[in-house]
C-alpha cells in the first residue's frame, strides 16, 4: 500500500467523492476486508457494498489483498492501494488553475494556484516513475516561524528572497549539458490552528441565579 496516491482521472475522481465510497476507502486503508465485514461498519446490505467496491476496484483504488472460506462461499479481501488520496486539478482540467495567468507574490489565491500546480506536476512525475520503475528525486522543507510583527514578517520575506534568489543565480545552468530544469516553489501562509477537542477544552462557568 502507498502512504499517498494522486487520482488523476476524472472518473476515480468522481467515484471516491461518493461519501461511502470514501467510508469504504477509509475503511480499508485500515487493512483487507470483505464485503461482509465492511457492511456491518456502514450499515449497508452486503450486496451493495459489492457494488460499491467494484467501482473503486475498475478504477484502481482498492485492490484483491487475497480470498478466504467461509462455509461454502470464498470471500474477497480487499484492500486500498493507498493510505490517502489526493485529487491532481488533471482531474479538472478545463478549469484547472494556472499560475502563468497573473503573478501576483502577496495574492493567497496565486498561492493557491501554485500548490495545485504542485500537485499536478508532482503526481504526473510520481505516475511516470512508478511506470519506469525509477526512483524520483524531490525534496521539502517544512517549518513554522512565530513573526513578533508584520514588520518581523515582512523583512523575513525580503532576507527569504533575496537567499533564495541568490542559490538561483549561483546554481542555475540552463546551458548545461545533461541538465535537468527543477522548479522550486516556496510559500509562507498563516498557520491554521485546530480547535482543541471537547474533552481537553476548559470547562465553562456555570451562572447561577439567586
Given at each position: 500500500m502507498?502512504d499517498v496516491t494522486?487520482?488523476?482521472?476524472p472518473e476515480?475522481a468522481?467515484?471516491?467523492l461518493d461519501?461511502?465510497?470514501?467510508?469504504l476507502l477509509?475503511?480499508?486503508?485500515l487493512?483487507?476486508a470483505?464485503?461482509a465485514m465492511?457492511?456491518?461498519?456502514?450499515g449497508?446490505?452486503?450486496?451493495?457494498?459489492?457494488y460499491?467496491?467494484?467501482a473503486?476496484?475498475?478504477?484502481g483504488?482498492?485492490?484483491?489483498?487475497?480470498?478466504?472460506?467461509?462455509g461454502n462461499?470464498t470471500?474477497?479481501l480487499?484492500r486500498a492501494t493507498?493510505?490517502?488520496?489526493?485529487?491532481s486539478p488533471?482531474?479538472?482540467a478545463?478549469v484547472?488553475p494556472?499560475?502563468d495567468?497573473f503573478?501576483d507574490?502577496?495574492?493567497?489565491?496565486?498561492?493557491l494556484?501554485?500548490?495545485?500546480?504542485?500537485?499536478?506536476?508532482?503526481?504526473?512525475?510520481i505516475?511516470?516513475?512508478a511506470?519506469?520503475r525509477?526512483?524520483?528525486?524531490?525534496?521539502?522543507l517544512d517549518?513554522?516561524?512565530?513573526?513578533a510583527?508584520?514588520?518581523?514578517r515582512a523583512?523575513?520575506?525580503q532576507?527569504?528572497?533575496?537567499?533564495?534568489?541568490?542559490?538561483i543565480?549561483k546554481?542555475?545552468?540552463?546551458?548545461?549539458e545533461?541538465g535537468?530544469?527543477?522548479r522550486i516553489v516556496?510559500?509562507?501562509?498563516?498557520?491554521?490552528t485546530e480547535?482543541?477537542?471537547?474533552?481537553?477544552r476548559p470547562?465553562m462557568?456555570?451562572?447561577?441565579?439567586?
Open positions: 502507498l494522486v487520482i488523476e482521472d476515480a468522481a467515484v471516491s461519501p461511502i465510497r470514501a467510508r477509509a475503511e480499508l486503508a487493512g483487507p470483505s464485503a465492511l457492511a456491518d461498519k456502514v449497508l446490505p452486503r450486496q451493495k457494498v459489492n460499491h467496491l467494484k473503486l476496484e475498475r478504477h483504488l482498492v485492490e484483491l489483498a487475497g480470498e478466504r472460506r467461509k462461499v470471500e474477497r480487499m493507498a493510505a490517502s488520496y489526493v485529487i488533471l482531474a479538472l478545463a484547472q494556472d499560475p495567468r503573478r507574490q502577496l495574492s493567497a489565491r496565486w498561492l494556484a501554485l500548490g495545485a500546480r504542485l500537485v499536478r506536476d508532482v503526481g504526473t512525475l505516475t511516470g516513475a511506470k519506469a525509477k526512483r524520483l528525486a524531490t525534496f521539502a517549518g513554522e516561524v512565530t513573526f510583527s508584520a514588520a518581523d523583512a523575513f520575506v532576507e527569504l528572497t533575496a537567499g533564495v534568489s541568490a542559490l543565480r546554481y542555475d545552468a540552463p546551458d548545461a545533461g535537468r530544469g527543477h516556496v510559500a509562507v501562509h498563516p498557520t491554521i480547535p482543541a477537542p471537547a474533552a481537553e470547562a462557568p456555570t451562572s447561577t441565579k439567586e
